[in-house]
């Protein structure tokens, strides 16, 4: 099986098909369908202390918010690319985990043993899968 | 870490700064079903400089103990940090040490 990411220089060379690049442009839906998901991407540093958040909120505005819409739209932008530089493949790397994250809130999984206990043919967990591995591929192309 | 026993002196002491004070604050990962192990070391890595050890050992600190503390610092930076972090789709927060 060939690998879908690989090392080329300061770069990554992408090697997926077109109906797999067409299942990377659906994440940006999977992720902004999700909304919040309960609470999982509404993140805080002070749970406990309203006004240290507010503060924090105060100073972050909503920087996470457009930080993570950014990562989107390069990731849509340099879909088709045969070669991502490093600042692109970081920003797949973080779509592609928050596309688990939505998956995994969809799917109700709450515990370290889905894998386990999820029917892997059901098509959300099969993708949920899927994009561990090209994650973990992503991860070791970076290291 | 060591704790401060004489008092802390600020140039500019007032109430409004008490929680900006010093005195540090640590940026705590807590587990999650859902982000790779492998993910979770290289974003420490890169985020925080650790060695693959160390990010490893905190990593599974997080997944066996439910949580760790991954850096540390005044306000500002550990802010900055979980800031990061929450880029980063980890789950983290802040306490006082």
């Known amino acids: 099986m060939k690998e879908p990411f690989t090392r080329r220089g300061d770069a990554v060379a992408v090697r997926l098909g077109d109906d797999e690049r067409q299942v990377l ?8 369908a999700a909304g919040d998901a309960d609470g999982r991407f509404a993140y805080t540093a002070h749970p406990n202390d309203t006004d240290a958040e507010d503060g924090y909120r105060a100073l972050l505005g909503d920087s996470l918010d457009t930080a993570r819409g950014e990562d989107r739209t390069m990731m849509t932008a340099t879909l088709d690319s045969k070669v991502l530089d490093e600042e692109a493949a ?34 959300e967990t099969a993708l949920l899968m899927y994009l561990g591995y090209l994650q973990d591929t992503l991860v070791r192309v970076l290291t | ?50 060695s693959v050890e160390e990010a490893t050992r905190l990593m ?5 103990d439910g949580r760790a503390v991954v850096s540390n610092g005044p306000l500002e930076k550990a802010e900055h ?11 983290a927060t802040l306490e006082r040490t």
Not at chain 1, 25 to 32: A, F, H, S
Not at chain 1, 104 to 113: F, N, T
Not at chain 2, 60 to 64: D, W, Y
């Open chain 2, 81 to 91: 940090d979980c800031h990061r972090l929450h880029h980063h789709g980890l789950w």
């Open chain 1, 90 to 123: 970081m920003a797949w790397m973080r779509v592609i985990g928050d596309a688990r994250i939505a998956l995994a809130h969809r799917l109700g999984i709450e515990d370290d043993s889905w894998e386990e206990t999820q029917d892997p043919t059901d098509p």
């Open chain 2, 1 to 50: 870490m060591s704790n401060t026993t004489t008092p802390q002196r600020t140039d500019h002491p007032s109430a409004d700064t008490d929680y900006e004070s010093d005195r540090p604050w640590q940026v705590i990962v807590w587990n999650d079903p859902v982000n790779l192990m492998s993910y979770v070391v290289w974003v420490l890595r890169k985020l925080f400089g650790h």
């Open chain 2, 60 to 64: 599974l600190q997080v997944h066996n």
């Open chain 1, 25 to 32: 442009r659906g994440l940006t839906d999977v992720i902004e």
